[in-house]
């Protein structure tokens, strides 16, 4: 195993520097770590520096400062350490002059050998007696000596967070999460106070780090559904979804650092709030299986990717169609050849702008959707395999199909990869992340998708958009109403959300007028509610009056979300007269032949909708049966 004195070369050693201010600190440690080699762009490297010091300051408090940057102006990890004697002011958290200085120097690579090192040092820093023995070091030989002993007397990060025994019968069960931008120091930092802190009250604690090396020692959903209380100290992004109505307390990841005492005596209070996620479909099954059945994970590893691939698909989709409406108004269609016709979009160099752009956007759509469903399943290695493979299904002929396959298949495949890597040595396990799975993935995933999905997805792809393209009257009557009816079955929930992303994917095959039916799906129910809080007061209690009227804009927006609290409230009756007036406008705008190159955006696309005014009329149609039903079917309020 890789020892903290290898990241530290001794001519990166101050024991006597004299900085008069945090940015002379700054510079003079970023000279230091120069010394060692390791950085192939110094001015570079320290902007890195100076861009995280932008974020929080790295001054930790009892005298340290952490000071980090990664990137490529990095060559090899490395380590500086600076001692000032008489401090500066470093505009540390506890606002005392910084005295011990460790800069860090990370490469920009999935390379994470010297992460278990660096975030051990983090957690060695906590030791008073080991900081002041470094402080009054004689020399650089004895300060690497100091830190070399302690090395060996310390367990890894993972050892030490991973032997936390079991909780007694009568103690108050405590979870943690740590995670800061970088994921070097701090984040482990924070777990090392919080567990000293749990410790000195008698309490159970299980600490989650999500470092750069990804998340280690996760939190189950059997220890979730037992936990008293969870601290998430963090100021990186961390699931949250997972604690739906526990009590949870939301803090800095300083915080758990300075004021881990603190964290732990609320949490011993009981006196914290319970946590309401907008996004949780569940709560964690007591099994211990995260997240719960089977179908549930697909759908969450799913909605992963559907999440991560909506911005591409919206914000490209909507500059393809602000092309098309700019050809449209600025050129006669009619004085053009057929071949000039087909290059509709890109005709006039403002409409080309808006078209590259879009369909650059657009194209990230599979792949990211291909990803992020892989890194549900199999964490960040699972990332770069995911997206190669979706990439495949974008450039070939399976599509979407092949993307979703792309998507799961990349995930399982770095499971079992893992697996096959639990088994090797210690040292080759450690060169997994950089080498083995991007490769190995990377290889197998291409393999698969030549020889596997490409000619089953591909085959269905085709199939299914050859289907779509020849399906006339009756047969685009019956998809827009189940496509309209879908949109508000669950508004929002998995039948909305499927419905939304076979509409996309119609988009980036042609075919527009699955899209409208769609959209139309979904802005039906809110205005239906709307207008039924204005015809039929005395079906509705006095708040759903007044807020009824706000579900003009949502609807018109398209955000079905807003019609939730009313269908929540009454289901039985509001939902089947919102699927029947959504399932009609479905159909009725099939029928008028209405298309929507836009994927999002309501009423705000109709510029660029096809036979926009029956669109509209559509939406009426809709909005009056389904507003009518919820005055028929709605019980006057007790």
């Known amino acids: ?56 300051t790295t001054g930790i408090g009892e005298g340290i400062a952490i000071p980090h940057g990664k990137g490529d102006a990095v060559d090899r990890p490395g380590l500086a350490a600076m001692v ?45 007696e080991f900081t002041e023995s470094l402080r009054n070091a004689g020399t650089a030989e004895e300060f690497l000596e100091i830190i070399d002993r302690a090395d060996e007397e310390k367990k890894s990060v993972d050892e030490r967070l991973s032997d936390m025994g079991d909780a007694g019968t009568d103690q108050v069960k405590i979870l943690a999460v740590t995670s800061c931008p970088t ?47 969870i601290i998430v100290a963090a100021d990186a992004q961390v699931p949250m979804d997972r604690f739906d109505g526990k009590k949870v307390i939301e803090r800095q990841v300083s915080d758990g650092i300075h004021k881990a005492d603190e964290l732990v005596e609320l949490a011993v209070s009981g006196d914290v709030p319970l946590y309401h996620s907008s996004n949780a479909v ?62 509709f979009g890109t005709i006039t160099p403002v409409a080309a702008l808006f078209k590259g752009i879009g369909d650059t956007a657009f194209g990230f759509m599979l792949p990211v959707l291909a990803g ?46 893992r697996k096959v890597c639990d088994k090797l040595p210690q040292a080759v396990e450690k060169i997994a992340p950089v080498l083995i799975y991007p490769v190995m993935g990377i290889l197998l995933m291409g393999v698969l998708m030549i020889f596997a999905v490409e000619p089953v997805m591909g085959g269905l792809n085709t199939a299914l958009n050859n289907g779509l393209t020849s399906m006339g009257g009756s047969s685009k009557l019956i998809l827009g109403m189940i496509l309209g009816g879908m949109m508000a079955v669950d508004m929002g929930g998995p039948f909305n959300k499927a419905a939304y992303v076979f509409g996309s994917a119609a988009i980036a095959s042609g075919n527009y007028d699955i899209m409208a039916a769609v959209m139309i799906g979904g802005m039906t129910p809110p205005c239906a509610i709307a207008l039924a809080t204005l015809l039929f007061k005395n079906k509705f209690s006095k708040e759903e009056r007044e807020s009824g009227p706000t579900n003009f804009i949502m609807g018109l927006a398209f955000i079905t979300e807003g019609a939730i609290p009313f269908a929540a409230a009454d289901p039985f009756r509001v939902l089947p007269a919102c699927v029947a007036g959504s399932a009609l406008a479905g159909a009725l705008s099939m029928a008028f032949g209405c298309t929507l190159m836009a994927p999002h955006g309501g009423i705000f696309v109709v510029p660029v909708m096809g036979n926009a005014l029956m669109y509209v009329a559509a939406l009426v149609a809709g909005t009056l049966v389904s507003a009518g039903l919820l005055g028929i079917l709605k019980k006057n309020p007790a």
Do not use: W
């Open 1 to 56: 195993m890789m020892r903290i004195t290898e990241l530290l070369d001794v001519r990166s050693i101050s024991l006597d520097a004299a900085p008069k201010s945090k940015k002379e600190a700054l510079d003079m440690v970023v000279d230091l770590m120069v010394r060692s080699g390791k950085v192939n762009d110094v001015e570079g490297y320290r902007k890195l520096v100076y861009a995280r010091e932008e974020e929080s």
């Open 183 to 229: 994921g070097i120091a701090h984040t482990y930092m924070a777990a090392e106070g919080l567990e000293k802190a749990a410790k000195a009250k008698g309490c159970f604690i299980k600490v989650e780090t999500r470092g750069s090396g990804g998340a280690k020692n996760v939190l189950t959903a059997k220890e979730i559904e037992e936990a008293d209380c």
């Open 282 to 343: 569940s709560k964690p099954a007591a099994s211990g299986k995260p997240g719960g059945g089977m179908g549930h994970q697909i759908y969450t590893q799913l909605m992963n990717g559907v999440s991560h691939m909506l911005p591409f698909v919206v914000g490209g989709g909507i500059l393809i169609a602000i092309a098309f409406l700019l050809d449209g108004l600025l050129v006669d269609m009619n004085a053009l050849s057929e071949a000039e016709r087909a290059g």
């Open 372 to 417: 992020f469903i892989a890194m549900a399943i199999g964490d960040r290695p699972a990332l770069a395999v995911g997206f190669v493979g979706g990439m495949m299904a974008s450039n070939g002929s399976s599509g979407f199909l092949g993307a979703l396959a792309a998507g799961f298949a990349a995930g399982y495949l770095i499971r079992g990869l």
């Open 84 to 128: 000032v004697k008489d401090g500066v002011d470093f505009e540390s958290l506890d606002e005392e002059p910084a005295t011990l200085f460790f800069l860090i120097a990370a490469p920009n690579t999935e390379d994470n050998v010297h992460l278990d090192v660096l975030s051990k040092l983090s957690m060695m820093l906590m030791d008073p």
